[in-house]
């Protein structure tokens, strides 16, 4: 098959490439950036480079793809986060319907079935919708877990300040996902197709903060590091004095009342008993290990 991949060569879309090129699948990467090109090129692939906001260059690098991976990349500069990520899937739509794609897998997230008070994950809420309304493409949302790899953001905390924590307590739920079980599910998706507008849930292990901060902790060699809660205005003045904007700051905060008062949770626990990736927390601990 002819697979058009976005996201450049990022957690996700890399080891997803590497999976379709090593199966025999002929795949495009999307970069916006050109100086990824030789690398692109050099798993196999053809590198597009171009922006997702320009729905006539989508339109060229989908034309006679037989699937395309959907996903918006984090833009920390956006003055209105949720609009950002609607405006890309109205791009990445206007493209699908231009080029005459038929099946879609697009990267959602857990939480993504409320519209509002979940911070970031409400543009992946309004980009289903969008990417819903297009008629005669069959389109499969990955709603994925908490990413592993987010926690790579608290190392500086760790490092300074001994303790790691966010505006949720130590008994707060988790439910995370290794980007490796992300790209595993999304080439089983486009291997064994598809049909209609659908969901699927993807994640790699359950824990409460407490003990996430625990296990992170004995691989670090800080047997006794401890998860702190922060009030959300400390975790927003936490963000801004770390230099991110404030839009994206209060949006992390708003997902973190989120996670605090359990609901992002609420459509994944009805639908799915457990999780089905195969990266557990005590895996990845040697991957946060390494980079800590």
């Known amino acids: 098959m002819k697979i ?3 996201g450049s060569l990022g957690n996700i879309s890399k080891p997803l490439a590497k999976q379709l090129i090593n199966v025999g ?4 990467i999307i970069s916006s950036n050109a100086n990824r090109t030789a690398e692109i090129e050099a798993l196999g692939a053809k590198a597009a480079i171009g922006n997702i906001a320009d729905a006539d260059f989508l339109t060229k690098a989908f034309t006679e793809a037989d699937v395309v991976y959907t996903m918006v990349p984090p833009n920390f500069g956006a003055a209105n986060y ?13 493209a699908i319907q231009k080029a005459g794609i038929t099946r879609v897998v697009n990267l959602s997230s857990i939480g ?5 008070g979940t911070g970031q994950i409400a543009g992946n809420h309004d980009a289903e919708i969008i990417l819903n309304a297009l008629p005669n493409v069959a389109i499969k949302h990955i709603r994925a877990g908490f990413f592993f790899v987010n926690f790579y953001a608290n190392i500086d905390m760790i490092k300074h300040l001994g303790f790691i924590g966010s505006n949720y307590d130590s008994d707060a739920r988790l439910i995370m996902v290794h980007p490796a079980d992300i790209a595993a599910a ?12 659908s969901v699927r849930y993807i994640t790699s292990d359950e824990r409460s903060t407490g003990e996430i901060a625990t296990i992170l902790g004995k691989a670090i060699g800080k047997p006794d590091l401890k998860w702190v809660e922060f009030t959300d205005e400390q975790n927003l003045n936490g963000m801004l004095q770390a230099g991110l904007p404030q839009e994206v700051s209060s949006k992390f905060v708003e997902m973190g009342t989120a996670i605090r008062s359990g609901i992002l949770w609420n459509d994944y626990d009805a639908k799915v008993t457990k999780p089905t990736g195969k990266t557990k927390l005590e895996d990845f601990t040697k991957e946060f290990a390494a980079r800590f």
Not at 82 to 94: I, L, P, T
Not at 112 to 116: K, T
């Open 25 to 28: 699948h002929q795949v495009t």
């Open 4 to 6: 058009t991949v976005t």
């Open 112 to 116: 993504a079935d409320i519209d509002g």
């Open 186 to 197: 999304i080439a089983e998706e486009i291997e064994q197709g598809f049909a209609g507008k």
């Open 82 to 94: 949720r609009q950002y990520v609607a405006d890309a899937a109205k791009s990445y739509a206007e």
